[in-house]
């Protein structure tokens, strides 16, 4: 069982950036590799990057390379997302989600550990 929760959410006007924690508790965080969602206002959840066990290999969704950046710190038991050049589009409560496997999983399905969510509001 891993316990997963958010923070790093909050407003902020359209070019700047914010950093999103996800902390990680109980099973140990390197057996499991780690992403970030995120659902806009009234629409489905959608993938925005995932990283592996080692942390060398990440993956992102097309509208966030270049812009965000996820990485890990196993000290900490801590994924992070940077997130820069935000956008109006980037509003969505972002979750992190932790999957029983090695790899850059990209399916929800594939996830078996949830955080509760962070609010991010992107203003003009």
């Known amino acids: 069982q891993v316990q997963l929760a958010e923070s790093g959410g909050g407003l902020v006007q359209a070019g700047g950036s914010l950093r999103l924690s996800c902390a990680a508790s109980?099973?140990?965080?390197?057996?499991?590799?780690m992403g970030w969602f995120r659902q806009p206002p009234g629409k489905e959840r959608e993938f925005v990057a995932a990283?592996?066990?080692?942390?060398?290999?990440?993956y992102y969704a097309n509208t966030m390379k270049g812009r965000f950046t996820i990485s890990r710190d196993a000290a900490k038991s801590t994924m992070y997302l940077q997130m820069n050049s935000l956008k109006l589009e980037d509003t969505a409560v972002y979750y992190c989600a932790a999957a029983r496997r090695d790899g850059v999983p990209r399916g929800t399905n594939e996830y078996d550990y949830w955080g509760q969510g962070t609010q991010v509001t992107v203003s003009s």
């Open positions: 109980g099973r140990t965080f390197g057996s499991y590799a």
């Open positions: 990283i592996s066990w080692s942390g060398r290999i990440t």
